[in-house]
Structures are given as structure tokens and as C-alpha cells.
């Protein structure tokens, strides 16, 4: 923005105002930036417009800490999600990355609708200011945790990453932002020669390589070994521990056994576990019993782990990632 204002003859410090009306201020029209000149505001009307993607759905669960799921429509028509997921110390936005995604994970409703490409940072950064603009408590964190896989499109959104967290404009702590993946290794390497890296949470799916390689179609091909390799890396240069996410269904990955094997193969990278309840959205998986799911958890802490299980957000208002946008496109085996 600085580098705008000098091409229109300006101070560059004007583009410093500019970042800060748009993403501190949230402003949606130049006439808003009142300590900007009115022939500079006139100009960049002229030129340009600022403009927020449209929500098209909203629904909110029952319950007073319930999540909001929003759709939001893109200027092209395409369409993606973002949830806004309050709680007791802490309220968190996921993100999502690209219009529908090319890994086809089984477990995933956004896999039904195949990619139909990659978000630009403006629009991830757009879906955020829209949902802080209507939000009722302040965001503290945000998830790319949404519609794609992030690694995939890991330009733009580092390039969000960068906005999201910058102190003269959004202001969110790095510490406080959070990237999902199913596992690209080199990308993961990638991630971690940035200045100030994201969290990492790795979604294994399983311990088991083949069992892993059906569930995740595409990641799948990297094997586990590989994937612990890239990680050990992340956490040796940037510091931070891994989040190792495991997505529990029914008779896929749910046994003592299942987490012994997660226990051994975790080793000694530094590590907690997330285990999340299946959200039957998509697939022909079952949601664990809870029974299952604390045996499993109190196995792995039995072997020393630190273990959280997640208690389930937004099941009663589609919340799995793609659901909401599969079903406006009636796509087949999504449920309603």
C-alpha cells in the first residue's frame, strides 16, 4: 500500500494510513478514512473498491458458547466456509484456504467437491474481517483448519498469515494462529524457514501406513516415517511442538492397539495429542463410542503423552469442514 500511494504521487506513509482504516479500523468505504485528504479518497474511490465477501448462510448452534458457521460467497460465485468457535479463555475463527480441495480424504465433506482452486490472501483475510465485524467478543486466534489444505496454497496463505498478524493492522500474536495439514513434507519444511511460523498440527488419520494410505488418498503416498522426519525438523528449527490430530471413528482407528502404535510412533518428537469425535458428515465411518474414545486417551496417558480430547464443536450446525457448501450444491453423500 505504500508503494501505491508513491505511484500516485503521495507521502508513503498515506499507504500506512490506508492498511491501517481497512484492517485495524475495519473499513469498507474510503470515505470512512476521515484523516485521509477528500481528493486522495475521491481518487482511490475512483480506482479501486473495498468489499467483504457475502455471507450467503449463517447458522449458529444451540447453547450460549455455540459455534457459527458462516458460507460466504466469493467474488467469482465460488463459495467456502470459516466457523467462529467461542469458549471460556480464548475465541477462535477457522479458516479456510482454497475452494473445495484436490486430496479427497475420506473422512471429508470438502473432498466431495474436488478443488476448484486456491483462495488469494484478500479473500482469507476478507472472511476474516467479515466475521469480526459481526463477531460479539474479540478473535484471539485463528485456524486454518477450514475448506483445503493450507500447505497447498502456502504462498497466500502465509501471505493472510502476515496480515493477520501484523501489529499496525490486525494484530493478532503469531502464537495465536494455527495451520492444519494432512502432511506435505517439503512444504512443511518450507513452512519452517519462515521468520515466525504458524503452530503445526498434523491430522495422521492412522498409525498404520496402509490403513493411512486408504483414508488419505493423496497425502497418504508420503509414508509415516517420512512425515515424522519433516516434523522433527519443524520442531527443531522453529521451537514449537506438534499437534498430533487424530480424527477417532468407529473400527478404523479406535483401539488400544491404534494408540500404542501412535505412542511408538510419535517417539521422541515433541508432541501433544488432539483426539477429535468423527463428525459423520461424509464417508462411511461411525463416531467412536465415548467409552472408546477414554480408553484410548487414558492408553496414551497411561504411556506418558500429554492428551487432549476434544470436546465436539458445531456437530448440530454442520461444522465438519465442507458440509455447509456441499449441501447449497447438493452434492451427493454429503448428510443433510
Same mark, same amino acid.
Given at each position: 500500500?505504500?508503494?501505491?500511494?508513491?505511484? *500516485?504521487? !503521495?507521502?508513503?506513509? $498515506?499507504?500506512?494510513?490506508?492498511? %491501517?482504516?481497512? $484492517?485495524?479500523?475495519?473499513?469498507?468505504?474510503?470515505? #470512512?478514512?476521515?484523516? *485521509?485528504?477528500?481528493?486522495?479518497?475521491? #481518487?482511490?474511490?475512483? !480506482?479501486?473498491?473495498?468489499?467483504?465477501?457475502?455471507?450467503? @448462510?449463517?447458522?449458529?448452534?444451540?447453547?450460549?458458547?455455540?459455534?457459527?458457521?458462516?458460507?460466504?460467497?466469493?467474488?467469482?460465485?465460488?463459495?467456502?466456509? %470459516?466457523?467462529?468457535?467461542?469458549?471460556?479463555?480464548?475465541? +477462535?475463527?477457522?479458516?479456510?484456504?482454497?475452494?473445495?480441495?484436490?486430496?479427497?480424504?475420506?473422512?471429508?465433506?470438502?473432498?466431495?467437491?474436488?478443488?476448484?482452486?486456491?483462495?488469494?490472501?484478500?479473500?482469507?483475510?476478507?472472511?476474516?474481517?467479515?466475521?469480526?465485524?459481526?463477531?460479539? /467478543?474479540?478473535?484471539?486466534?485463528?485456524?486454518?483448519?477450514?475448506?483445503?489444505?493450507? *500447505?497447498?496454497?502456502?504462498?497466500?496463505?502465509?501471505?493472510?498469515?502476515?496480515?493477520?498478524?501484523?501489529?499496525?493492522?490486525?494484530?493478532?500474536? $503469531?502464537?495465536?494462529?494455527?495451520?492444519?495439514?494432512?502432511?506435505?513434507?517439503?512444504?512443511?519444511? @518450507?513452512?519452517?524457514?519462515?521468520?515466525?511460523?504458524? /503452530?503445526?498440527?498434523?491430522?495422521?488419520?492412522?498409525?498404520?501406513? @496402509?490403513?493411512? /494410505?486408504?483414508?488419505?488418498?493423496?497425502?497418504?503416498?508420503?509414508?509415516?516415517?517420512?512425515?515424522?522426519?519433516?516434523?522433527?525438523?519443524?520442531?527443531?528449527?522453529?521451537?514449537?511442538?506438534?499437534?498430533?490430530?487424530?480424527?477417532?471413528?468407529?473400527?478404523?482407528?479406535?483401539?488400544? #492397539?491404534?494408540?500404542?502404535?501412535? $505412542? /511408538?510412533?510419535?517417539?521422541?518428537?515433541?508432541?501433544?495429542?488432539?483426539?477429535?469425535?468423527?463428525?459423520?458428515?461424509?464417508?462411511?465411518?461411525? !463416531?467412536?463410542?465415548?467409552?472408546?474414545? @477414554?480408553?484410548?486417551?487414558?492408553?496414551? %496417558?497411561? *504411556?506418558?503423552? +500429554?492428551?487432549?480430547?476434544?470436546?465436539?464443536?458445531?456437530?448440530?450446525?454442520?461444522?465438519?469442514?465442507?458440509?455447509?457448501?456441499?449441501?447449497?450444491?447438493?452434492? #451427493?453423500?454429503?448428510?443433510?
Amino acid at each position: 500500500m505504500e508503494t501505491l500511494m508513491v505511484g *500516485l504521487k !503521495r507521502k508513503p506513509f $498515506h499507504g500506512r494510513q490506508l492498511h %491501517a482504516w481497512i $484492517h485495524r479500523h475495519g473499513a469498507t468505504s474510503f470515505d #470512512e478514512m476521515t484523516d *485521509l485528504a477528500k481528493d486522495l479518497r475521491v #481518487e482511490l474511490a475512483d !480506482r479501486w473498491t473495498i468489499g467483504l465477501p457475502k455471507i450467503v @448462510e449463517q447458522v449458529t448452534g444451540e447453547g450460549q458458547d455455540s459455534a457459527t458457521k458462516f458460507l460466504f460467497e466469493l467474488a467469482d460465485g465460488e463459495r467456502v466456509e %470459516a466457523v467462529y468457535i467461542p469458549a471460556d479463555d480464548r475465541v +477462535t475463527v477457522c479458516l479456510s484456504s482454497q475452494v473445495g480441495c484436490a486430496f479427497g480424504c475420506t473422512f471429508c465433506a470438502t473432498g466431495l467437491l474436488g478443488l476448484k482452486r486456491n483462495m488469494t490472501s484478500a479473500e482469507i483475510v476478507g472472511t476474516f474481517l467479515a466475521i469480526r465485524a459481526w463477531a460479539p /467478543k474479540r478473535i484471539s486466534n485463528v485456524v486454518f483448519m477450514g475448506m483445503g489444505e493450507p *500447505l497447498a496454497n502456502l504462498k497466500e496463505v502465509m501471505a493472510s498469515f502476515d496480515v493477520l498478524t501484523d501489529p499496525d493492522g490486525i494484530g493478532l500474536s $503469531h502464537r495465536k494462529v494455527t495451520l492444519s495439514t494432512v502432511g506435505l513434507p517439503a512444504k512443511i519444511r @518450507e513452512l519452517a524457514d519462515y521468520p515466525y511460523p504458524p /503452530k503445526l498440527v498434523f491430522s495422521i488419520a492412522s498409525p498404520r501406513d @496402509e490403513q493411512r /494410505k486408504r483414508v488419505l488418498p493423496v497425502a497418504g503416498r508420503f509414508s509415516l516415517s517420512e512425515m515424522h522426519d519433516a516434523l522433527s525438523d519443524y520442531a527443531e528449527k522453529t521451537k514449537h511442538w506438534i499437534t498430533i490430530a487424530l480424527l477417532v471413528a468407529d473400527g478404523l482407528n479406535d483401539s488400544l #492397539e491404534d494408540a500404542r502404535m501412535l $505412542h /511408538k510412533w510419535i517417539g521422541n518428537l515433541p508432541a501433544k495429542v488432539n483426539l477429535l469425535r468423527y463428525n459423520e458428515a461424509a464417508g462411511n465411518f461411525r !463416531r467412536a463410542d465415548e467409552e472408546a474414545m @477414554e480408553r484410548f486417551a487414558a492408553e496414551l %496417558a497411561r *504411556l506418558g503423552r +500429554t492428551v487432549v480430547l476434544r470436546r465436539s464443536r458445531g456437530r448440530d450446525i454442520s461444522a465438519a469442514c465442507g458440509q455447509l457448501a456441499a449441501r447449497s450444491l447438493n452434492i #451427493e453423500g454429503v448428510k443433510k
